[in-house]
């Protein structure tokens, strides 16, 4: 059974930062793109970054510069360093484990609630 597990969000103040990780069980960790994807109240869920097993990495433009993914193969988990945060950061991140091969396998987490408030 594949289990995504995020952890680390909460309420945090505009120009702070969070640290958010992803426990990944019941895959191949290395053999998947590892990424975060966020959505916000009333939005569609959006990328945030990816990152390949080679360390290739993708963001999201608006947070390019302030976020940064990481993954730890030993420890199948994915993290994301979230730093001058902003109101519009807030919500709902989710981790997101994909291959493609001759099938496409895509699992995600169930969410954790980030929010950027005074």
């Known amino acids: 059974q594949v289990q995504l597990v995020e952890s680390g969000g909460g309420l945090v103040q505009p120009g702070g930062s969070l640290r958010l990780s992803c426990a990944a069980s019941?895959?191949?960790?290395?053999?998947?793109?590892m990424g975060w994807y966020r959505q916000a109240p009333g939005k569609q869920r959006e990328l945030v970054a990816v990152m390949h097993d080679s360390g290739r990495t993708n963001y999201a433009d608006s947070m390019e510069g302030r976020f940064t993914i990481s993954r730890d193969n030993a420890k199948n988990t994915v993290y994301l360093q979230m730093n001058s945060l902003k109101p519009e950061d807030t919500a709902v991140y989710y981790c997101?484990?994909?291959?493609?091969?001759?099938?496409?396998?895509?699992?995600w987490g169930q969410g954790t609630q980030v929010t950027v408030s005074s």
């Open positions: 997101n484990a994909n291959k493609r091969a001759l099938v496409t396998y895509d699992y």
């Open positions: 019941g895959i191949i960790f290395s053999a998947y793109v």
